[in-house]
């Protein structure tokens, strides 16, 4: 015995076979509703914008044959909750300090927000209404937090690189490897960017990783003695 308990349509279909004297029963389960896409912008990831720029939001909801929006509405959350904009059956009606272009419509569930500053930073909600084929109600909604900055996002905005005071064992190779950093980033997760590392003979290599705010470089053995350089790339 089982329950099935969906929020959408749900279409079953058997099919039996007879094996011997045993007989088989086979069904498939079939469900229709308004969903976040694949591709759409996840819940809680973290979005960054350098001031001057255009934030992109892009979510997406992926609407089957006689499934429909009824409107669509996006908020910021700083010191306060703000509206920002709302779709009602497909017309976009963004609020006073979001008109005039500063903010888009994003197909189907996004929006897009130009030349942002420091005081856009924040968590953004996105909340989309609709129906089923059914006809049932149905409602998503997903939040991402924003950082944007006018400067390099470290603690004091110039780079520190320096050597890790213990050696990394690597327990794959059994060996010792000494571990590179270029710190303090802001940045809660991977940053969009990597920075690069500029080696005593002039060759340029990416990071291993990123970990609690320091780009980390492992040192191959034997290892490369002089001056190494961490350099954020100008595109950046």
């Known amino acids: 015995a089982f329950d099935i308990n969906l929020t959408c349509a749900v279409t079953m279909e058997w099919t039996t076979f007879q094996i011997?004297?045993?007989?088989?029963?086979?069904?498939?389960?079939?469900?229709?509703?308004?969903?976040?896409?694949?591709?759409?912008l996840a819940d809680l990831a973290v979005v960054y914008a350098c001031q001057n720029d255009t934030l992109s939001l892009p979510w997406n909801v992926t609407k089957n044959s006689g499934e429909n929006i009824i409107d669509t509405q996006w908020t910021k959350n700083g010191l306060s909750e703000q509206k920002i904009?709302?779709?009602?059956?497909?017309?976009?009606?963004?609020?006073?300090p979001y008109s005039g272009g500063r903010a888009e419509f994003l197909e189907n569930a996004g929006i897009i927000i130009n030349d942002v500053d420091v005081s856009d930073q924040?968590?953004?909600?996105?909340?989309?209404?609709?129906?089923?084929?059914?006809?049932?109600?149905?409602?998503?909604?997903?939040?991402?937090?924003?950082?944007?900055?006018?400067?390099?996002?470290?603690?004091?905005?110039?780079?520190?690189?320096?050597?890790?005071?213990?050696?990394?064992?690597?327990?794959?190779?059994?060996?010792f490897h000494i571990v590179l950093t270029c710190s303090s980033f802001l940045h809660?997760?991977?940053?969009?960017?990597?920075?690069?590392?500029?080696?005593?003979?002039?060759?340029?290599?990416?990071?291993?990783?990123?970990?609690?705010g320091q780009f980390q470089l492992v040192l191959p053995n034997p290892v490369e003695g002089g001056s190494y350089s961490c350099i954020v790339p100008v595109s950046t």
């Open 122 to 175: 924040g968590n953004y909600s996105v909340e989309v209404n609709g129906h089923d084929t059914d006809g049932s109600f149905v409602k998503l909604k997903r939040s991402v937090t924003v950082m944007i900055s006018n400067d390099l996002m470290t603690s004091d905005t110039v780079l520190h690189i320096s050597q890790k005071p213990k050696a990394e064992f690597d327990e794959a190779k059994q060996e």
């Open 20 to 40: 011997g004297v045993a007989v088989l029963a086979v069904f498939s389960v079939e469900t229709s509703c308004l969903e976040w896409s694949a591709d759409s």
């Open 188 to 212: 809660p997760t991977q940053p969009p960017f990597d920075v690069e590392w500029k080696t005593p003979s002039g060759s340029l290599t990416s990071s291993t990783r990123y970990k609690e």
């Open 85 to 96: 904009a709302i779709t009602s059956h497909g017309t976009f009606y963004p609020s006073t």
